[in-house]
């Protein structure tokens, strides 16, 4: 017999003054990255900020190329070059998007993106909450980046390597 399996994922939706002190300076780097956002032919400028263990931020923008598939997405720049830099552990990360000259509007990371971070917050071995933008100028806040994909691919299922 069907069994049905249920999933439920839990986002707080907070106004920008609800945020903490750190929570609103990774989201004003967000949104501050858009700025520098190489996307001449979508026009869709991303921003990604990690508030990182020395309370320091990085942040990364997407990238798009002539070669459409070689662009990249904000939050995948930003994760991959963490990841060049051994040890560091990331606290929060928030993400914001605007159309070139516009407002801030509501979006979700893409499928790829999902899956790095996932993995991502994987390899650290500890949750990253995550702010992303709601709806009428909310911010969602996630506990864990794996809220944003509860099936994720994970490297265990790999052949052994030796």
Same mark, same amino acid.
């Given at each position: 017999?069907?069994? +049905?399996?249920?999933? +439920?994922? +839990?986002?707080?939706?907070?106004? %920008? #003054?609800?945020?903490?002190?750190?929570?609103?300076?990774?989201?004003?780097?967000?949104?501050?990255?858009?700025?520098?956002?190489?996307?001449?032919?979508?026009?869709?400028?991303?921003?990604?900020?990690?508030?990182?263990?020395?309370?320091?931020?990085?942040?990364?923008?997407?990238?798009?190329? #002539?070669?459409?598939?070689?662009?990249?997405?904000?939050?995948?720049?930003?994760?991959?070059?963490?990841? &060049?830099? %051994?040890?560091? +552990?990331?606290?929060?990360?928030?993400?914001?998007?605007?159309?070139?000259?516009?407002?801030?509007?509501?979006?979700?990371?893409?499928?790829?993106?999902?899956?790095?971070?996932?993995?991502?917050?994987?390899?650290? #071995?500890?949750?990253?909450?995550?702010?992303?933008?709601? %709806?009428?100028?909310?911010?969602?806040?996630?506990?864990?980046? #794996?809220?944003?994909? %509860?099936?994720?691919?994970?490297?265990?299922?790999?052949?052994?390597? &030796?």
């Amino acid at each position: 017999m069907a069994q +049905t399996l249920n999933l +439920t994922i +839990t986002a707080d939706v907070l106004t %920008p #003054a609800e945020l903490s002190a750190d929570e609103a300076r990774c989201w004003q780097a967000a949104q501050a990255a858009t700025d520098h956002a190489y996307a001449p032919y979508s026009h869709f400028h991303v921003g990604a900020a990690l508030l990182l263990d020395d309370d320091s931020i990085a942040w990364n923008t997407n990238q798009e190329n #002539a070669a459409y598939p070689s662009g990249l997405c904000a939050e995948r720049t930003v994760l991959f070059g963490l990841n &060049g830099q %051994p040890g560091r +552990t990331v606290k929060l990360m928030a993400v914001a998007a605007r159309p070139q000259n516009g407002e801030f509007v509501a979006v979700t990371s893409c499928g790829a993106c999902r899956q790095v971070m996932a993995e991502s917050e994987s390899r650290q #071995a500890q949750p990253i909450p995550l702010l992303l933008p709601g %709806p009428n100028g909310t911010i969602w806040r996630f506990r864990s980046l #794996a809220d944003l994909l %509860p099936f994720q691919f994970m490297s265990d299922v790999l052949p052994a390597r &030796g």
